[in-house]
């Protein structure tokens, strides 16, 4: 069946596409992009006022399955992504168990496949069962399908182990997704080190935490010739690095999340939310707008979520015992467009290269174009829409979201995976 | 009565507040020094201390302000209590919240977790030591300690010497001496200070040494020697030698000066037995004074002002 999106404005950089058009749809594919086009027969899909947009991708998701499907399953999670404008998300291997062999990796295409509402790329443990130690399985992983290896949650701590991993990954020729944290310099610290530790009594995890292991990884890419993409990095300092190593012809990438750029150390208060609790944690203002600026010159590659689901009575916890992070999927889109596209900083093409082209090419995932011929995964997104973060409308299992109560301005309309809807008119319809 | 319903955190009183429970607390020792030492004042009312971390003295303190004021005091420590068999502290609070009483003392290993029960409970909240955060009620209680020695609280300079990064009792002293016009000065090596000692409020020094002519009261902070994650310096010895107070350093501070510690002490390490002995050394009175000031507290937050003879 044919579908034609009537009228939006139709933005693409990867294929110098900015205007206001129409796109037609058939069999999946995008077959025509242009002004005043017709069909024989089909549907016509007003996008009058609308950005219509290559589809999303989250580089990093925790869909929780399988092990804690009371905070999100593939079910759950996937439709948490449709309805925040993502056609795609990349899952995180520290589940229970750890994602750490092939079977893990064909469960979880295959669960997908099943009951998933958007597709799923698969990411890989580097290290069995994420413990830094042994390689786990990863020329299994990688020929089910795993897109990347990653021990996110931890770093690894031996930069032994992770040289061994990066050049045996290299080979397979998909990147190693690094969580940067030195554990020994972030000790047991809940917060970031400096005014709000200080402040509120609670252990500090300084910035050098981050920007050693991420100094060190930069040297492994360098040394293995692994690709290397740096997880939801969190400081100025980070940035600074990775634009040093990108200005040498490294092969480094790296992505941060909406709450690190748009939240920073003050948001957390004597309230103690946990839902602030963030691994990383949050920064201070120099380490945000570091951020934007790595954004904004092209050092840092994409927005990715870190959606990370989390049972309400274990983030009911004291803050040093409630689990880090939070939830993300629903909220991206509108946060970018809040605070970026509608604040001026930057326009609708820097989202779709931020958050559609970024991730892909970080994670050398199939890409997808405004063009005839390409597959269409597409976002629709009402620029317009006002509409405030409540508990009680997340898609989402978990509800644990650092920006509950805010007033957004943007929001995902459509979802289009391969020409057909999983959001439509702002449900979820799959 | 005081301006706020909870005392979490010295954020909480106002110096009007601080300048009430002081005086309070006069009166209150004049009753301890008597042979009858109790009060109907609190007559009926419930006050519970729930210590969900081994604590003695502060528990102690707590309970012996209470009985005094005639309130029913219960206790509810961790070893005894739920907490151990995984109830979370939500649960804790909400148990404690349909047994309706009428004050809670809580001292956890975690901060924020009074803000926590105060959210979940309607009766009055006190802070009776949160994780490395605060310990209000041991901060006025050191103030009432120097008040009474030095006859004034405004323009001293209070030397508060050892770990203070890890130190609740620093983090409630340092904002209460400020309130009061007082100079608080925080006195440690660099890996015993918050990574921000600015943000407190406090002027920061290396050397004790170089402080003591300066200083009206020294007051030591425990060595806490039973750290999970390292000792911060080489080892007690060199740590007393330059942090230790002892009689050649009170030697060199003013004749009026007074040496404080909240207890409990390593003798040898941060105070020298003489030291602590000694006439210049308020430990004792401090403890003394915590009753006093524990039960202005507890008066002044159910709603003392009625003299409670009507209970």
Redesign the interface.
């Known amino acids: 069946m044919a579908l034609l999106l009537r009228g939006g404005r139709v933005v693409d950089p990867s294929v110098g596409l900015d205007e206001v058009c129409d796109v037609l749809i058939r069999d999946g594919l995008v077959v025509e992009v242009g002004v005043g086009l017709t069909m024989p027969k089909g549907e016509e899909v007003d996008c009058t006022g609308m950005v219509v947009m290559p589809g999303l991708v989250d580089a990093h998701t925790h869909l929780r399955e399988p092990g804690r499907e009371d905070e999100e399953t593939v079910a759950s999670g996937t439709r948490a992504a449709a309805a925040g404008g993502f056609t795609a998300v990349c899952a995180m291997p520290n589940t229970e168990p750890v994602a750490d062999e092939g079977a893990a990796v064909r469960f979880l295409l295959e669960k997908a496949e099943t009951e998933g509402a958007v597709r799923v790329h698969v990411i890989g443990a580097i290290t069995a069962k994420q413990e830094g130690r042994a390689l786990a399985e990863i020329g299994d992983m990688a020929s089910e399908g795993a897109v990347a290896f990653s021990d996110d949650g931890h770093g690894v701590a031996d930069a032994g182990t992770m040289r061994l991993a990066m050049d045996y990954i290299k080979r397979f020729g998909v990147p190693v997704v690094s969580h940067c944290e030195d554990t020994a310099l972030a000790?047991?610290g809940v917060v970031n080190?400096?005014?709000v530790?200080?402040?509120?009594?609670?252990?500090?995890w300084?910035a050098a935490a981050e920007e050693v292991q991420v100094a060190r990884d930069i040297r492994l890419a360098q040394l293995t010739g692994c690709p290397l993409h740096l997880a939801h990095l969190s400081t100025a300092g980070s940035v600074a690095l990775v634009r040093d190593a990108k200005s040498r012809g490294l092969g480094v990438t790296c992505e941060v999340t909406p709450h690190h750029l748009f939240l920073d150390e003050d948001d957390i208060t004597?309230?103690?939310d946990t839902n602030m609790k963030m691994n990383p944690p949050l920064r201070t203002a120099e380490d945000t707008a570091g951020l934007l600026a790595g954004l904004l010159d092209g050092t840092v590659d994409c927005i990715a979520t870190d959606h990370a689901p989390h049972a309400a009575?274990e983030k009911?916890?004291?803050?040093?015992?409630a689990p880090f992070g939070t939830t993300g999927l629903e909220t991206a889109l509108a946060l970018v467009a809040t605070h970026v596209v509608a604040a001026g900083t930057a326009d609708w093409p820097q989202v779709a290269q931020w958050m559609a082209h970024g991730p892909r090419a970080a994670l050398g995932l199939p890409e997808v174009r405004i063009e005839p011929g390409a597959v269409a995964d597409i976002t629709i997104v009402d620029p317009a829409q006002e509409w405030v973060v409540e508990p009680g409308g997340f898609v989402s299992k978990s509800r644990n979201s650092a920006f509950l109560g805010r007033t957004l301005t943007g929001r995902a309309r459509d979802v289009l995976i391969g020409g057909y809807f999983a959001l439509r008119s702002g449900k979820v319809v799959v | 009565m005081l301006s706020n319903k909870h005392i979490?955190?010295m954020?909480d009183l106002s110096a009007d507040d601080i300048a009430r429970i002081l005086e309070t607390a006069e009166s209150f020792a004049e009753v301890n020094t008597r042979r009858i030492k109790k009060l109907p004042t609190l007559r009926g009312l419930t006050v519970v201390n729930l210590f969900l971390e081994p604590s003695t003295r502060t528990r102690t303190s707590f309970e012996i302000a209470a009985k005094r004021l005639s309130a029913d005091a219960i206790n509810f420590s961790a070893s005894a209590s739920a907490t151990v068999k995984g109830e979370?502290?939500?649960d804790t609070a909400a148990t404690l919240a349909a047994m309706s009483c009428d004050l809670v003392v809580v001292r956890?290993k975690?901060?924020?977790?009074p803000?926590?029960l105060a959210e979940m409970m309607d009766c009055s909240v006190v802070n009776g030591g949160?994780?490395?955060?605060?310990h209000p009620t041991q901060a006025l209680l050191d103030l009432y300690t120097m008040k009474r020695a030095l006859g004034r609280l405004e323009g001293l300079r209070v030397g508060i010497v050892g770990d203070i990064s890890h130190s609740?009792v620093a983090?409630s002293l340092v904002p209460a001496l400020r309130k009061v016009g007082a100079t608080p000065v925080v006195i440690a090596p660099p890996t015993l200070l918050?990574?921000?000692?600015d943000?407190?409020g406090a002027e920061v020094a290396w050397d004790l040494d170089e402080q003591l002519a300066s200083l009206d009261v020294a007051y030591m902070l425990r060595v806490q020697m039973e750290r999970a994650?390292g000792m911060p310096f080489p080892s007690l010895r060199e740590y007393a030698r330059f942090y230790g107070m002892n009689a050649a350093r009170l030697a060199k501070m003013k004749p009026e000066a007074i040496v404080m510690h909240p207890g409990p002490m390593n003798r040898g390490v941060e105070i020298s037995a003489d030291v602590a002995d000694g006439d210049r050394s308020l430990v004792l009175t401090q403890v003394e004074s915590g009753v006093a000031v524990r039960m202005a507290v507890m008066y002044l937050l159910l709603g003392g002002a009625d003299s409670g003879v009507a209970a």
Not at chain 1, 316 to 321: I, S
Not at chain 2, 130 to 134: A, N, P, Q
Not at chain 2, 194 to 197: A, E, G, Q, V
């Open positions: 000790g047991r080190e400096g005014v530790s200080t402040r509120l009594g609670l252990p500090g300084p004597a309230a103690y009575h009911a916890l004291e803050f040093e015992l | 979490l955190g954020d979370s502290l939500r956890h975690y901060a924020g977790a803000r926590m949160d994780g490395i955060h605060e609740r983090g918050p990574s921000r000692p943000v407190l994650d």
